[in-house]
């Protein structure tokens, strides 16, 4: 009796629910972002918050990893059947997920104005032959980070302008024993390490992939590994920068203890927040440096995007959130900490004011930025070459060696 | 209660649990051999039949050669250290003394925290920068100048070591001191009487109460060491150089961020059947001793 009941009510229940929801016309859709870096999980959240607040029918439901885990967490839920209905994604991945199928074609949905109006270079992040597999979220490109006061006090007048001159400042300061090793980067064997030596390839104006086969193991390629080596070897480079991923470098750099660091424009609002960082105030950015008769300076791509999974249920919905994330509106707003993606903030002093420095930095830098290779093998090809990397930087084996055991085992 | 219907009856209370295995264990198993024969991916289609072309192709590779000899030294140095450290841990618990019992329970806090928290604990302590490690070996002026512990490939597998066995250490301290509390107080004292010193009443009166349990303890550590994965995920990702990169971190790098699903069975499966081996080992090793001890 007392269970026929339950069951009763229990039935009662469910139908109440289904019927509520339907009532509502309610759409949940799962999200997947990156929990560090350029926005900061706060942010994410009140954008969300004005999102559904314009759109009470849609539901967002927030998930948060560290860049570390993003893609195997993305492939591990598509190979899963699905989950989630929007995916952050790194510029690295549009070849892999488009071959695979992991995210739409979205093409069609793409306006002609919004064509017109993001950075040309922006879209790179975003395209796999010909095709938009979803919007730039994230512009971001590594920039080069000066300690203002240690430099006037070893009486350096402007930043380097090229990555040798970089050298003779560093050394200039730590011979006048302002710092034992001057300069921090993010040297762990993760894509982080792939990030600097990207740039350093562009300086040098050398090639990942040419024709379908590597082309890292000479010239431009070869040139940038050989760059870091000597610097590491010199003691002018931070030591533990082999272990270090980006936000290792902030904590050196906001500590005081880095002249020069490579990173993310993140970097910049952060290390001027005299609530965490010892160098508020004397933070200097410039675009990374060149290479005397090759370029005048040099950018990784390391923008990501947002995109629709081939999974979802509700992918009006989801491209609905993805526009209202990625529109002008919202991308001025949170400037701070991730520049936008429309060519025409630049000149909205909404956007500029209190950061022309990283301004001016962007003009060059994002003009400049190189793309890491497009290729479905992708993440093999960035494992032998952060092991190649830390080979040489250890000492075990030469740049030469290190790079021709990374194009064999590159998977191409 | 004849024998015969006991066994139906224990065979039917079993039977829920044997479904669920099947579910659970079995099923996976057979579908992950199948898979390692095959050449697919891990999203897309189900890939071509290759035969035992991926187990070849691995056992060859001197990559896998090499996380071979890294994972059987972390696993046998770790395990052989959580041992010693462990029942040296009981010994000391099971004596009288104040304050025992908040020792005992400040013990199990290690081994109670998520792998992941302890693996971040451990990488604050070993900072190359800021860690606590470096500032009490300078100030201790055994150090002259800060290292980078988790960044050199001669230090970091031990470094991860270390972390390891801090975390599991208490679980074989935990088993020897249930272990030593079943060891009869009139033996003890009679062995006093007989004058024999500390260490021989551990080797002829102690150690025989312990060896049983501290096999069990022996495999189940051997077992989580050699498959290890979170801890060393956490700390170096494998590195610097690879040298801390184990099977376990192999297998997800070849099944998951590669994408080659069959590859990545047949390493999975050439692990299960090493821990196999491993296990039926011990098992034996465990009958024999417990043969002789009785």
């Known amino acids: 009796m007392l269970k026929s009941l339950n069951k009763t009510l229990l039935g009662a229940a469910l139908i109440g629910v289904s019927f509520a929801s339907h009532a509502l016309a309610e759409t949940t859709i799962n999200a997947l972002f990156m929990a560090q870096a350029a926005y900061s999980e706060a942010d994410v959240r009140a954008m969300t918050d004005a999102f559904t607040k314009a759109n009470p029918d849609v539901k967002v439901n927030l998930e948060f990893v560290p860049y570390e885990g993003l893609h195997d967490k993305t492939v591990l839920a598509q190979g899963s059947g699905g989950g989630y209905d929007v995916v952050l994604f790194d510029v690295i991945w549009p070849a892999e997920y488009a071959t695979n199928k992991v995210l739409v074609d979205v093409s069609s949905r793409m306006s002609d104005d919004t064509k017109k109006n993001v950075l040309p270079g922006a879209w790179t992040t975003v395209q796999y032959d010909g095709k938009y597999y979803g919007m730039p979220w994230i512009l971001d490109t590594k920039y080069l980070f000066y300690n203002k006061e240690i430099l006037e006090k070893a009486g350096i007048k402007t930043p380097p302008k090229t990555w040798d001159e970089l050298n003779e400042q560093a050394k200039t300061i730590k011979d006048k024993g302002l710092l034992a090793t001057p300069i921090a980067w993010s040297w762990s064997q993760a894509e982080a390490a792939i990030c600097d030596y990207a740039t350093l390839v562009s300086a040098y104006k050398g090639d990942f992939i040419k024709d379908g086969k590597p082309d890292f193991q000479t010239g ?68 990374a440096p060149g290479v005397a008769g090759k370029s005048d300076a040099s950018a990784v791509n390391g923008s990501m995007g947002l995109g629709i999974t081939s999974a979802s249920k509700h992918p009006d919905e989801a491209w609905k959130y993805i526009s209202f994330m990625t529109s002008q509106a919202t991308q001025n707003q949170y400037a701070k900490l991730s520049l936008p993606i429309w060519a025409s903030s630049y000149s909205d002093p909404a956007v500029t004011k209190g950061q022309e420095e990283l301004i001016a930095a962007a003009k060059v830098g994002l003009a400049a930025m190189y793309p890491r290779p497009t290729t479905p093998k992708y993440q093999e090809l960035s494992t032998a070459l952060q092991q190649a990397i830390q080979e040489s930087l250890l000492g075990q084996s030469s740049p030469e060696d290190a790079l021709k055991s990374a194009a064999q085992n590159s998977g191409l | 209660m004849s024998g015969t219907s006991m066994t139906t009856r224990a065979w039917f209370l079993m039977l829920p649990l044997l479904v669920v295995m099947v579910a659970v264990i079995g099923w996976p198993l057979v579908d992950t051999v199948g898979l390692s024969f095959t050449d697919a991916k891990l999203v897309g289609t189900g890939g071509n039949f290759v035969g035992i072309d991926n187990y070849a192709k691995m056992l060859a590779n001197s990559n896998f050669q090499r996380t071979l000899i890294t994972t059987a030294w972390f696993a046998i140095v770790s395990v052989a250290a959580e041992m010693v450290l462990g029942v040296l841990a009981a010994l000391l618990l099971n004596q009288d003394f104040k304050g025992r019992g908040v020792l005992r329970a400040l013990m199990i806090l290690p081994w109670a925290l998520p792998t992941v928290v302890n693996a971040t604990l451990w990488r604050l302590i070993y900072n190359p920068e800021y860690g606590a490690l470096n500032a009490a070996l300078t100030q201790l002026g055994l150090l002259d100048a800060y290292r980078s512990w988790l960044g050199e490939p001669g230090t970091a597998l031990t470094a991860l070591i270390v972390a390891d066995c801090w975390k599991n250490f208490p679980l074989v301290a935990l088993i020897a ?24 009443r551990f080797r002829f009166v102690i150690l025989p109460y312990l060896v049983g349990p501290l096999m069990v303890a022996l495999v189940l550590r051997t077992i989580e060491a050699f498959k290890v994965f979170d801890i060393i995920w956490v700390m170096t990702r494998g590195g610097p150089a690879n040298s801390t990169r184990t099977l376990s971190i192999l297998v997800y790098q070849e099944a998951f961020s590669f994408q080659r699903a069959g590859s990545g069975a047949s390493l999975a499966l050439i692990v299960t059947l090493l821990v196999t081996v491993l296990a039926a080992a011990y098992a034996a090793l465990v009958r024999k001793t417990a043969g002789s001890a009785t």
């Open chain 2, 177 to 200: 001191l249930a272990a030593l509390q079943a060891v009869p107080r009139d033996i003890t004292a009679a062995s006093l009487v007989d004058g024999a010193g500390p260490f021989k």
């Open chain 1, 220 to 287: 431009g390629g070869l040139d940038a590994l050989k760059y870091m080596v000597t610097s590491y070897k010199s003691g002018l480079t931070n030591p533990n920068s082999k272990e270090f991923l980006e936000e290792d470098v902030r904590k050196v750099f906001e500590n005081g203890d880095a002249a020069f660091a490579l990173n993310w424009t993140y970097m910049y609002n952060m290390a001027n927040d005299p609530k965490d960082s010892k160098v508020a105030g004397k933070v200097g950015v410039v675009p």
